[in-house]
Nanobody
Framework: QVQLVESGGGLVQAGGSLRLSCGVSGRTSSSYIMGWFRQAPGKEREFVGAISRSGESTYYGDPVKGRFTISRDNAKKLVYLQMNSLKPEDTAVYYC?????????????????WGQGTQVTVSS
């Protein structure tokens, strides 16, 4: 079993930056593919990006490519989502998730563990 806790959300102006953190407790964090998803009001959950167990590989959804970066520190059991050049359409609740599948995946059902989410609001 693993528990995930996100932090770092808040209100930021368009063009600004935020860094979200996800703390992983329970089993060794390097056991999991880690992903970030988001859900805006009235919209379906959307894949943001994911990182491999070692941190060497990342994969991003098209809306955030070139603006968001995922990294991880397995020793500290932390996963980060650095968000730059934020846009109002990035406003959503952001969720950290952990998966035991073999390789990076963008499919939500592949992630067995989810955090409670953190709100990110980007003002225009």
């Amino acid at each position: 079993q693993v528990q995930l806790v996100e932090s770092g959300g808040g209100l930021v102006q368009a063009g600004g930056s935020l860094r979200l953190s996800c703390g992983v407790s329970g089993r060794t964090s390097s056991s999991y593919i880690m992903g970030w998803f988001r859900q805006a009001p009235g919209k379906e959950r959307e894949f943001v990006g994911a990182i491999s167990r070692s941190g060497e590989s990342t994969y991003y959804g098209d809306p955030v490519k070139g603006r968001f970066t995922i990294s991880r520190d397995n020793a500290k059991k932390l996963v980060y989502l650095q968000m730059n050049s934020l846009k109002p359409e990035d406003t959503a609740v952001y969720y950290c998730a952990a998966s035991t599948v073999y390789t990076i995946t963008s499919t939500g059902i592949d992630y067995a563990y989810w955090g409670q989410g953190t709100q990110v609001t980007v003002s225009s």
